[in-house]
């Protein structure tokens, strides 16, 4: 469980302001940090691990005090049990596979290391270098090695944003798959809404710095309003215009559905927004996402 109540002053694309997280996330929870860009989850992160320091507050982890203004205590990051994953995988290019998740570990337990790779279906790898991996393959070493390191906490600052569709979509399952299996506090940085509802169990959705929502990803995207059998977030690909309808084409997942507007509901939509399709009787129906 990690308690946080912090305060630290940014800069971003609209001048200064303060992100302040007052919240507990659970233990063995997947958490989904969302937010538009520029507005801290990434620094959120970073003030976890140690990397950054906040002006004021405390960050409490099982009990034990990571920081605390206060009390003037700070640990160090090598003395936070973190495993990060980076976006650009962050791997020593002159290390093997191996070598990387030893040097991630504190007693470079080499029996260890070797069962977390096994467990991770990355035996073949186990020799080779980062150079002559896929972006896929770098990514799951990344996971690994911070697996390796034994972490009370999982951070994963988008770590999937620069695959192809294919491959996102199946580190989506092992990524889901990981944590569940290791028993993991997971908290991800996401700007995909699909993303967030495949893998998240609860969403922290940060506004002008501050917690704006939180819950399921139900909850936090899904308007209360909405009684559906049935409903899916996409992105908006293209509107097409007939007679007397239109016909919005949706991208959900690797999945394409067109959905049926009259005229007037399309001039409501623009191409690239995100939606909902859901089901109305037997008919699909579209619907902007909340914001």
Do not use: C
Not at 180 to 197: A, K
């Amino acid at each position: 469980m990690i308690d946080i109540s912090i305060v630290k002053k940014l800069r971003g694309a609209k001048g200064e302001f303060e992100l302040t997280i007052d919240h507990t996330f659970d233990a063995n929870d997947f958490w989904a940090i969302f937010g538009e860009s520029g507005i801290g989850k990434t620094t959120l992160m970073r003030l976890i691990a140690g990397l950054e320091t906040p002006d004021s507050g405390r960050i409490i982890v099982d009990n034990e005090i990571w920081f605390d203004s206060t009390r003037a205590i700070n640990l160090i990051p090598q003395k936070r049990r973190i495993g990060f994953v980076f976006q650009n995988y962050a791997l020593f290019e002159h290390m093997s596979v191996l070598e990387n998740l030893l040097f991630a570990q504190h007693k470079h337990d080499k029996e260890k290391a070797l069962k977390v790779l096994d467990t991770m279906g990355l035996n073949d790898l186990v020799h080779r270098r980062p150079r002559d991996l896929s972006g896929g393959q770098r990514q799951r070493v990344a996971l690994a090695r911070a697996i390796a390191q034994e972490p009370k906490v999982l951070l994963l600052d988008e770590p999937l944003s620069a695959l192809d569709a294919m491959t996102r979509s199946q580190l989506q399952d092992e990524l889901r798959r990981t944590h569940d299996q290791f028993g993991l506090l997971s908290l991800m940085v996401s700007h995909d809404r699909s993303e967030v509802f495949k893998l998240a169990d609860r969403v922290l959705w940060i506004k002008e710095g501050k917690i704006a929502k939180t819950g399921t990803p139900s909850e936090v995207f899904i308007p209360k309003t909405l009684s559906s059998k049935f409903s899916f977030v996409g992105e908006l690909l293209s509107l097409s215009h007939y007679d007397v309808i239109s016909v919005a084409t949706v991208g959900i997942g690797e999945n394409i559905v067109e959905v049926v507007l009259s005229p007037d509901e399309a001039q409501t939509y623009h191409i690239g927004q995100e939606v909902i399709v859901a089901a109305k009787g037997y008919d699909p129906i579209l619907l902007p996402m909340s914001h």
